[in-house]
């Protein structure tokens, strides 16, 4: 990203907030990613602060329930979610830790998982405008 696009994007209004938790190495890189380039972020740690109704229902418009639940964590499998059926969003809601993360909200619009060219892209349209 070259240095004028940076400072675009430094001086225009970028909200960026990423959910996650400090132990996951691929939240701890998104946090990295944006630091390195001195764009600033807000935190949200899910073992402290779960998503609220709103929240999901926003980051759900572009990302389905079921890419967000993390069938392979400890939580899932401890829970006996394997071989229940059950309302994703209430699980999501009522477990923060049943998510995949990090998810990176720019402005208004999320993305699952660590997706650095994706990220320039959407700070890229948004220094644009």
């Known amino acids: ?10 001086k225009s209004e970028v909200n960026i907030q990423i959910f996650g938790t400090l132990k996951c190495k ?13 764009i600033k972020l807000h935190f949200v740690d899910l073992t402290e602060k779960a998503l609220s109704k709103g929240e999901l ?20 499998e401890q829970a006996g979610l394997k071989f229940q059926i059950f309302d994703i969003a209430d699980k999501l809601l009522n477990n ?3 998510i995949k ?23 890229l349209k948004n220094a644009v405008k």
């Open 101 to 123: 993360t990090p998810i990176v909200r720019i402005n208004k619009v999320p993305f699952l998982g660590y997706q650095p060219e994706k990220w320039k892209t959407e700070l």
């Open 57 to 76: 229902e926003n980051i759900c418009r572009f990302i389905s329930k079921e890419d967000l639940i993390d069938k392979e964590c400890k939580e899932y």
């Open 26 to 38: 691929e939240t701890n890189k998104a946090i990295r990613f944006f630091k390195e380039r001195g």
């Open 1 to 10: 990203m070259s240095k004028h696009i940076l400072l675009v994007l430094m």
């Open 96 to 98: 923060s830790l049943l």
